[in-house]
């Protein structure tokens, strides 16, 4: 199972929200690209990149963080937030990221993705499937629909894409320990889906079990900006 640390930006800087809230802020590090030297120097091979000002806005925000880290480290990033038509999917591509990842257009305007999915192909996208419940959540997180978790994981799979990362927005930022009833649910029903898990993750036990459950990979966010997790024990991480 591969470690994908985790890095949010919000004008710019590395921050990290409580439960999806942009009122619950903290911000950690004014340069992401020493954070991000920081992973790849221990090791670490895959770099997880949110747009939190572009999921908001609906448009990409942070373009200038993402080349930089691209350019700058050898780190496989997946990049997403506020990528919103093809031209956007080009630009990230472009700016150096290996994934785009996109989650609100999935929901909201599937031919969109369609589309993108039949010019770049399945393998260049990261499906973003985050949750309240079992109900997908948008925009940023800040609009939950009706949208159930498996019967779009069905459409989406089948359609091409290889890697989906599933959030549970009320594990996020809390350091409680992942999903794990959620992460079984989705791995007995797709069985031979790339599942990545996302949000909650506070110890290396809790790796240890995801890996158990067969989820492919873990991004790992607050726990290693709160020191409950160090970079070097990511990399060890056996």
């Keep these: 199972m591969q470690i994908i640390p985790a890095i949010d ?4 800087a590395c921050v990290r929200l409580s439960q999806g809230d942009y009122n619950r802020k903290t911000t950690y590090s004014s340069d992401p690209l020493s954070v991000a030297r920081s992973f790849e120097d221990a ?14 806005a609906g448009k990409i925000m942070n373009a200038a ?3 930089k880290i691209a350019a700058n480290t050898q780190l496989q990033i997946d990049f997403g937030g ?7 999917v080009a630009s990230v591509i472009d700016a150096g990221a290996t994934w785009v990842t996109v989650g609100s257009v999935a929901v909201k305007a599937p031919e969109k993705l369609e589309l993108w999915i039949a010019r770049f192909g399945g393998d260049r996208f990261m499906l973003g499937a985050d949750v309240n419940g079992t109900k997908l959540a948008v925009s940023g997180w800040t609009e939950t629909t009706d949208v ?16 989906v ?3 549970d927005i009320s594990k996020d930022g809390l350091l409680e320990g992942p999903s794990i009833a959620l992460y079984r649910s ?10 990545i898990a996302s949000g909650g993750v506070s110890s290396i036990d809790d790796l240890q079990v995801l890996r158990e ?6 991004i790992v966010g607050k726990a290693i900006y709160e020191n409950k997790i160090t970079v070097t024990a990511l990399a060890n991480w056996k």
């Excluded at 090791?43 to 908001?56: E, S, T, W």
């Design 9 to 12: 930006i919000i004008d710019g």
């Design 43 to 56: 090791g670490l091979k895959r770099l997880h990149l949110v747009d939190l000002d572009g999921a908001k």
């Design 65 to 67: 963080v993402l080349e």
């Design 82 to 88: 506020g990528i919103h038509n093809e031209e956007s």
């Design 148 to 163: 159930e978790i498996v019967p779009f994981l069905d459409k989406w799979t089948a359609a091409g894409i290889q890697q």
């Design 165 to 167: 990362f599933c959030t």
């Design 186 to 195: 989705l791995l007995q029903a797709f069985p031979h889906l790339q599942l």
């Design 213 to 218: 459950l067969g989820c492919s990979a873990a």
